[in-house]
C-alpha cells in the first residue's frame, strides 16, 4: 500500500473486554515497531519484530499485552481485560530495514484511538 | 537510559515569523536525534534526523536543526513559518548500537497566528 493503516481508526470498548489492533505496514518494510500514545505526551514504545520474529518487547506494559506478526507483513496488538488506563492512541509504525544500529526511517500510521469505558 | 526533553509545551508565532523548537537529549554518548511532525489525525512524518557529520541538518518543508554536543541540544528551526506549519512537533532520541528504539519527547504544539 502507499502507507501504513491501521485499523479500526476508533475502537470503543467496556472494561473487561479484549481488543485487537490491526497494522498493515507498507508493502516490503521489514521491521514493525507499535507505539502508544496519552493525550499530550509523546510516542512510549511497546514493542518491534524484524519479519515475524519479536525481537523486543520489553516496552509491553504487562501480560495483557501481546503482538504478533504471523506472516511477516501484517501485525495485531491484542489487549486482554481491558482496563480504563489502556485508553490511548496505539501508533504502528514501519521501516524498510531492521537489526541492530538500524537507522532507516520509521513510517507511521495514523492511529488507532482506543477507549476503554 | 536516554531521555528528551522538550520544555515549551505551546508556542505561538506569527505567519512569516521564525521559529525556533527546542530540544533536549539525556544519553551518554553521541545519540541519533529526530525530529516528527504530527498532524491532526495523521501519522507522525520524519522531519529530519541526525547520525553522524555536519552538526547542521536539513530536513523537508524547510526546517532544519543543529546538533550542540556541548549543550546536549537538537533545536529545530525554521525561517519563515507557514500557516500550515500548524501541528505537534516531537523531538526524539535513539541510542547508537544494539537496536534502534527512539525515546520521544512530550512534543510542542505549533500555533500559527494569520
Known amino acids: 500500500g502507499a502507507g501504513v493503516s491501521q485499523s479500526p481508526r476508533y475502537k470503543v470498548t467496556k472494561r473487561g473486554q479484549d481488543v485487537a489492533l490491526r497494522c498493515d505496514p507498507i508493502?516490503?518494510?521489514?521491521?514493525l515497531y507499535w507505539y502508544r500514545q496519552a493525550l499530550g505526551q509523546g510516542p512510549e514504545f511497546l514493542t518491534y519484530?524484524?519479519?515475524?520474529?519479536?525481537?523486543?518487547k520489553s516496552g509491553l506494559p504487562n501480560d495483557r499485552f501481546s503482538a504478533e506478526r504471523p506472516e511477516g507483513s501484517i501485525s495485531t496488538l491484542t489487549i486482554q481485560r481491558t482496563e480504563q488506563r489502556d485508553s490511548a492512541m496505539y501508533r504502528c509504525?514501519?521501516?524498510?530495514?531492521?537489526?541492530?544500529?538500524?537507522?532507516?526511517?520509521?513510517?507511521f500510521g495514523p492511529g488507532t484511538r482506543l477507549t476503554v469505558l | 537510559a536516554q531521555s528528551v526533553t522538550q520544555p515549551d509545551i505551546h508556542i505561538t508565532v506569527s505567519e512569516g515569523a521564525s521559529l525556533e523548537l527546542r530540544c533536549n537529549y539525556s544519553?551518554?554518548?553521541?545519540?541519533?536525534l529526530f525530529w516528527y511532525v504530527q498532524s491532526p489525525g495523521q501519522g507522525l512524518q520524519l522531519l529530519l534526523k541526525y547520525f553522524s557529520g555536519d552538526t547542521l541538518v536539513q530536513g523537508i518543508k524547510g526546517f532544519e536543526a543543529e546538533f550542540k554536543r556541548s549543550q546536549s541540544s537538537f533545536n529545530l528551526r525554521k525561517p519563515s513559518v507557514h500557516w500550515s506549519d500548524a501541528a505537534e512537533y516531537f523531538c526524539?532520541?535513539?541510542?547508537?548500537?544494539?537496536?534502534?528504539?527512539?525515546?520521544f519527547g512530550r512534543g510542542t504544539s505549533l500555533i500559527v497566528h494569520p
Open positions: 526524539a532520541v535513539g541510542a547508537k548500537g544494539g537496536s534502534y528504539i527512539p525515546t
Open positions: 509504525a514501519s521501516s524498510l530495514a531492521g537489526g541492530p544500529g538500524g537507522t532507516d526511517t520509521q513510517y
Open positions: 508493502s516490503g518494510h521489514v521491521s
Open positions: 544519553y551518554g554518548a553521541t545519540p541519533y
Open positions: 519484530f524484524n519479519y515475524e520474529a519479536q525481537q523486543d
